[in-house]
């Protein structure tokens, strides 16, 4: 009796590790509102404890499938971050804990039949009684020691994604997930993994427990390379499209300059003839000379006198652009000499917002309106800039992948919006009413005392 009741407060000290180390690996890469994380992990105790006694009492598959579930929900409830990454990260928690258990308990019993079959009668009933203490205690240290060193990999698979991505990393691990659970409950059916016929029953069980214990490494191998390489890919994707847009962006700026250095080289004889055509009095002539000069160096209209020459050529090129493709183009932008933003940056910015603008108007019907409308302003200590444009779109779920799968990206271009305003301690806000679009962007400008 003494002995039951020590394991059963083992068992409630096992039972709040688990909680509490699980909790705070959720607190590092999800949102949590205040007390969440408490409730979390108390709700997750009594979770664990109720599903172990399912399992023992009445049906293993009944018990751990009501864990998972549970432990799902809870994840998905009690922390603050996009639906798809609390499945991820709860995902990659079940498949932890179970590998590593299962990993622990196939290589202490194999261990055993190794090396401890022929104990003496009292260190035999020791080595017994100790053994579901060594188990546990062993499951446990691993699960820590491997979230302590997926701790820093973890962080970039966490950081700042699109919603599909997190989604598409984390059905195979659910997959495993189950997979895991039924083959666990066929062992308690008694099928288990078997060699020859001709073997013994200690070789069988020398046979399954290897077996298991390889299963075991090669699943955490394959689920670490499956997460890590999907991540490694999406970095390289992204630093191939903000390559791509650097090299865009010193291309349009090298054309402006070009243009520019042929007319200042050109302006001698530009000059020559403006006076011929008003010593003529040819005021047509030369109103429609000029303007041509104006065009040829980038100086059409006023639109471009942000204050910032890599606005200006920016906004230059993509009214060009929008207006060859018959869409209404406004502009009031103003941009503050000490913005605090890297002017490349500041290119990736609205680069990124006008692109994903003309890309909306292209698609509506040449009969239907099509506009964008870009406005900034001062607002005490922040920068606004608000981009409004007509679209298609129905709701707010097709903005991160409408037409972008056969492209470069699902939701790149969004991504990096995202990301730079962030890099900056901006926000950024969407808004869809009727058949508007509109985006905006606020980045705190650094006082100049600062």
């Given at each position: 009796?003494n002995?039951?009741c020590?394991?059963f407060?083992?068992?409630?000290v096992?039972?709040?590790?688990?909680?509490w180390?699980?909790?705070?690996?959720?607190?590092?890469?999800?949102?949590?509102?205040k007390?969440?994380?408490?409730i979390f992990?108390?709700?997750?105790?009594?979770?664990?404890?109720?599903?172990?006694?399912i399992?023992?009492?009445t049906?293993?598959?009944?018990?751990?499938s009501?864990?998972?579930?549970?432990?799902?929900?809870?994840?998905?409830f009690?922390?603050?971050?996009?639906?798809?990454?609390?499945l991820?990260?709860?995902?990659?928690?079940i498949?932890?804990v179970?590998?590593?258990?299962?990993?622990v308990?196939?290589?202490?019993n194999?261990?055993?039949?190794?090396f401890?079959?022929?104990?003496?009668?009292k260190?035999?009933a020791?080595?017994?009684?100790?053994?579901?203490?060594?188990i546990s205690?062993?499951?446990?240290?691993?699960?820590?020691a491997?979230?302590?060193?997926?701790?820093?990999?973890?962080a970039?698979?966490?950081?700042?994604?699109?919603?599909?991505?997190y989604?598409m990393?984390?059905?195979?691990?659910?997959?495993?997930?189950?997979?895991?659970?039924?083959?666990?409950?066929?062992?308690t059916?008694?099928?288990l993994?078997?060699?020859?016929d001709?073997?013994?029953?200690?070789?069988?069980?020398?046979?399954?427990?290897?077996?298991?214990?390889?299963?075991?490494?090669?699943?955490m191998?394959?689920?670490?390379?499956?997460?890590?390489?999907?991540?490694?890919?999406?970095?390289?994707?992204?630093?191939?499209?903000?390559?791509?847009?650097?090299?865009?962006?010193?291309?349009?700026l090298?054309?402006?300059?070009?243009?520019m250095?042929?007319?200042r080289?050109?302006?001698?004889?530009?000059?020559t003839?403006?006076?011929?055509?008003?010593?003529?009095?040819?005021?047509?002539?030369?109103?429609?000379?000029l303007?041509?000069?104006?065009?040829?160096?980038?100086?059409?209209?006023?639109e471009?006198a942000?204050?910032?020459?890599v606005?200006?050529?920016?906004?230059?090129?993509?009214?060009m652009?929008?207006?060859?493709?018959?869409i209404?183009?406004?502009?009031?932008?103003?941009?503050?000499?000490?913005?605090g933003?890297d002017?490349?940056?500041?290119?990736?910015?609205?680069g990124n917002?006008?692109?994903n603008?003309?890309?909306a108007?292209e698609?509506?019907?040449?009969?239907?309106?099509?506009?964008?409308?870009?406005?900034?302003?001062?607002?005490?200590?922040?920068?606004?800039?608000?981009?409004?444009n007509?679209?298609?779109?129905?709701?707010?779920?097709?903005?991160?992948?409408?037409g972008?799968?056969?492209?470069?990206?699902h939701g790149i271009?969004?991504?990096?919006i995202?990301?730079t305003?962030?890099?900056?301690?901006?926000t950024?806000?969407?808004?869809?009413?009727?058949?508007?679009?509109t985006?905006f962007?606020?980045?705190?400008?650094?006082?100049a005392?600062?």
């Amino acid at each position: 009796m003494n002995q039951e009741c020590y394991l059963f407060l083992f068992h409630i000290v096992f039972y709040a590790g688990y909680a509490w180390s699980i909790e705070s690996f959720l607190n590092k890469y999800l949102d949590s509102p205040k007390h969440a994380g408490k409730i979390f992990a108390v709700l997750l105790f009594f979770n664990y404890a109720i599903g172990n006694a399912i399992c023992l009492s009445t049906s293993y598959l009944a018990g751990v499938s009501l864990y998972h579930l549970m432990f799902f929900l809870l994840a998905l409830f009690l922390f603050r971050a996009e639906t798809e990454k609390k499945l991820l990260a709860a995902a990659i928690l079940i498949v932890c804990v179970e590998l590593t258990s299962r990993f622990v308990d196939s290589g202490v019993n194999l261990i055993q039949l190794l090396f401890f079959q022929e104990i003496p009668g009292k260190a035999a009933a020791v080595y017994s009684s100790c053994q579901e203490y060594l188990i546990s205690i062993l499951e446990f240290a691993a699960f820590l020691a491997a979230a302590y060193f997926l701790k820093k990999p973890l962080a970039s698979v966490f950081g700042r994604k699109i919603k599909k991505w997190y989604l598409m990393l984390a059905i195979p691990l659910i997959a495993l997930i189950i997979i895991m659970d039924i083959a666990a409950w066929g062992a308690t059916k008694g099928i288990l993994v078997r060699g020859e016929d001709r073997w013994n029953f200690y070789y069988n069980q020398l046979f399954s427990h290897g077996a298991n214990l390889l299963l075991s490494l090669l699943a955490m191998c394959a689920a670490c390379f499956y997460i890590f390489g999907m991540d490694r890919i999406y970095l390289e994707q992204k630093r191939k499209e903000q390559y791509q847009a650097k090299i865009e962006f010193y291309t349009m700026l090298e054309e402006q300059y070009r243009q520019m250095e042929r007319l200042r080289h050109d302006m001698k004889n530009h000059v020559t003839a403006l006076q011929g055509l008003v010593e003529q009095r040819e005021w047509e002539k030369m109103k429609h000379y000029l303007q041509q000069i104006a065009v040829t160096g980038a100086f059409e209209g006023s639109e471009e006198a942000t204050g910032n020459q890599v606005a200006d050529a920016l906004l230059y090129q993509k009214r060009m652009e929008a207006q060859r493709k018959g869409i209404c183009w406004e502009a009031d932008m103003q941009v503050p000499k000490k913005c605090g933003v890297d002017d490349f940056d500041f290119c990736v910015l609205i680069g990124n917002i006008l692109d994903n603008a003309i890309e909306a108007c292209e698609k509506l019907p040449e009969t239907s309106e099509r506009f964008i409308l870009i406005r900034s302003c001062m607002q005490k200590c922040f920068f606004l800039l608000e981009v409004r444009n007509s679209t298609n779109l129905k709701d707010m779920g097709c903005i991160l992948y409408t037409g972008k799968s056969k492209q470069r990206g699902h939701g790149i271009g969004l991504l990096n919006i995202l990301e730079t305003a962030q890099k900056y301690h901006g926000t950024v806000e969407t808004e869809l009413k009727g058949k508007v679009f509109t985006i905006f962007v606020l980045l705190p400008v650094p006082r100049a005392d600062a």
